[in-house]
């Protein structure tokens, strides 16, 4: 059997927290509309939920893992690959060569934040605002 997606599990909570029956006291078709609209609006928050976690998601940067002329391993963000070849190109003796650009994170032997990790802490955090 298929596993009910989250919005199936919300709508079959609502109705074991709101039988139908306890509309009635507004008349059958005010009741049906009542729980029409409460529904319709359940739809509505949860798919304006996704909306806003999907677009949070897409913001998420993306990250390269590099390597210096020294062999050293980076992470750097995708759209800085470009500034990172100008970056090697500087001859080793000078000044300029020797401090690695800011955005450029040393990963030899350190973990480093996958995707998933990224998603997640992303969801987490629009959880919280919620």
Same mark, same amino acid.
């Given at each position: 059997?298929?596993?009910?997606?989250?919005? =199936?599990?919300?709508?079959?909570?609502?109705?074991?927290?709101?039988?139908?029956?306890?509309?009635?006291?507004?008349?059958?078709?005010?009741?049906?509309?009542?729980? =029409?609209?409460?529904?319709?609006?359940?739809?509505?928050?949860?798919?304006?939920?996704?909306?806003?976690?999907?677009?949070?998601?897409?913001?998420?940067?993306?990250?390269?893992?590099?390597?210096?002329?020294?062999?050293?391993?980076?992470?750097?963000?995708?759209?800085?690959?470009?500034?990172?070849?100008?970056?090697?190109?500087?001859?080793?003796?000078?000044?300029?060569?020797?401090?690695?650009?800011?955005?450029?994170?040393?990963?030899?032997?350190?973990?480093?934040?996958?995707?998933?990790?990224?998603?997640?802490?992303?969801?987490?955090?629009?959880?919280?605002?919620?």
């Amino acid at each position: 059997m298929k596993e009910p997606t989250t919005l =199936e599990k919300i709508e079959r909570e609502f109705d074991e927290k709101f039988p139908f029956s306890e509309f009635f006291v507004y008349g059958r078709d005010d009741a049906i509309k009542l729980k =029409e609209s409460i529904r319709d609006f359940l739809h509505t928050s949860y798919n304006t939920m996704l909306d806003e976690a999907v677009e949070r998601i897409e913001k998420i940067e993306a990250f390269i893992a590099v390597k210096d002329n020294d062999t050293h391993r980076y992470q750097i963000p995708a759209s800085k690959f470009d500034e990172w070849n100008k970056f090697l190109e500087i001859p080793e003796d000078d000044e300029r060569a020797w401090d690695v650009p800011e955005w450029a994170e040393r990963i030899d032997g350190m973990p480093v934040k996958s995707v998933k990790e990224q998603v997640l802490s992303t969801l987490q955090e629009l959880k919280s605002e919620i």
